[in-house]
């Protein structure tokens, strides 16, 4: 077997148009770079033997010829190795795992890989027609085709003719044994499944930070105005050990308060993009969140073993978004919906009473019924003007008391009453000193007529014993007016007594005091009334003190 380094480059020179090769096809806008479709026969290159178009005159025969290398361009080169894998692989057979596959006008692109290498593939639109099968990412093929190169980007693919399914790839079988064992678990089961709360107060969502997703499941809840917080937690969502964080970014935010409901997912992508959420791990913990979860993990036709075990699956993060949002959505409609049948209901039933009641407005019993309504709100306007004033005089009188009670307690105010019983003791006492000042002066007339009738008739005797009995009255009068007054003296000074007990400031000069929330307006009667931090007054017998409550205590105080 021959290689492009075994091909003879120092040889007889071949005519220029033998090196025509046929023009490049440019690729399409959509799929991976298309090769040119395999020339005629009249524009194939001898596959063993290459020789360069122009050679120079051999030197004459008398001196050494010099050999000279060919210079071959860019398209040259490339064109020479296409006819030479061209011929060397006309046909072939390639077993691999089908990746990144996608479609593209009807053309199918995709890579065949192993373990060791990949290989681009093309399968035209004619022969994908002709395919029974849909070929999906992960399946384990037989490809019959041949091998050709993309002249503008140098890059050589096979042209597949035919393609023979043969088994899955390995991240499919895996995939399916998973799903196998999960559902016999019961992760699948849809009695399981949570419904998604109707108006949710808070959103967690769990993708990437830097990936379309988040971008779009933003969007589609601002644009909807979902009158809810969200709440992220960003994680890695392909690569090694990303499925371990999905899973600690899911428990992570299903522990914040408040959230209702979670979106897990991300972007669409090749089936190794996606295998983060085929793992066992984050299944089952998307199976252990407390919260209902919708799974968004890539397109419409991506499936993951999360979309199985999620209470609501979507085909896209959009979609997820405007499912949470649907169910406000769909709680204002029917709100709004309610709203207008029971206007609807109220106009009916309004419009039926009006009509019932015009048509008992025309009975004959009815003919003056208006009048007498206005006569009846007549008779109540004049009651409620007779009932304002009889409050308004009851209010007055109730005030006129007021004022009375508080004149005659403000009398009875113990100040006021020792004011009163002095000014009646000293009273008492100009009268006691007139009076006995009067009956003095009487008792002298009395004696000094005496005295002159006694001086007339001339008997010392009687004088004399008329004196001794007016002595021992003025004695009498004089015991009698002491006795008087110490007994008033005695009342006076128990009445002084007395008011002086039941004085408050007696009270406070034995060692008690006043607490003041106001001072001189409100008395502080209990100590719930004040709390740590209030200010109040404190009376004392010699002046006021001004303190700040530290705190309170409500057991009884212990007795001195």
Known sequence: MSSLFDLPFEDDPLDPGDLSSPEPQTPTAHGPEQPARPAGPS????????????????????????????????T????????????????????????????????????????????????WRT??????????????VLVKGRISIYAPRGRYQLIVDGIEPKGAGALQVAFEQLKKRLQAEGLFDPARRRPIPMLPRRIGIVTSLEGAALRDIIRVLRTRRAPAEIVISPTRVQGDGAAEEVARALARVARVPGVDVIIVGRGGGSLEDLWAFNEEVVARAIAACPVPVIAAVGHEVDTTIADFVADVRAATPSQAAEIVVRQASEFRDRI?????????????????????????????AFARFRDRVLDRDRECADLRDRLDASLQARLQAGRRRLDTLARALDEQHPQRQLTTR????????????????????????????????????????????AGRRVDQQ????????????????????????RLDTLSPLRTLARGYALCWETPGETLVRSAATVGAGDRVHVQLADG????????????????P
């Open 336 to 364: 709004v919906g309610a709203r207008r049948r029971m206007t609807l209901l109220l106009r009916s039933r309004l419009d039926r009473q009006r009509t019932r009641l015009l048509r008992v407005e025309q009975r004959p």
């Open 474 to 497: 003025v004695a009498r009068a004089a015991t009698a007016l002491t006795a008087t007054r110490h007994g008033h003296d005695r009342a006076l000074s128990s009445l002084s007594a």
């Open 422 to 465: 002095l000014r009646r003791l000293a009273q008492a006492e100009e009268r006691l000193q007139a009076a006995g000042q009067a009956r003095r002066a009487a008792a002298r007339a009395v004696l000094t007529a005496r005295r002159e009738r006694l001086a007339r008739v001339g008997l010392e005797a009687r004088i004399a014993q």
């Open 127 to 140: 022969e994908a027609t002709r395919l029974r099968f849909k070929l999906t990412t992960g399946l384990h």
């Open 76 to 123: 040259e080169l490339t064109q020479a190795v296409r006819q030479s894998l061209e011929t060397q692989f006309p046909r072939v057979w390639v077993e691999g795992e089908v990746a990144d596959c996608s479609n593209s006008q009807g053309h199918v692109y995709f890579t065949l890989k192993d373990a060791g290498a990949q290989l681009s593939a093309v399968l």
């Open 43 to 74: 524009s194939s290159l001898d596959a063993t033997r290459v020789r360069p178009a122009d050679r120079p005159p051999s030197p004459p025969a008398d001196r050494p010829a010099r050999p000279r290398p060919h210079v071959y361009s860019v």
């Open 544 to 559: 006021m003190l001004h303190c700040e409550v530290a705190a309170t205590d409500s057991a009884a105080p212990r007795r």
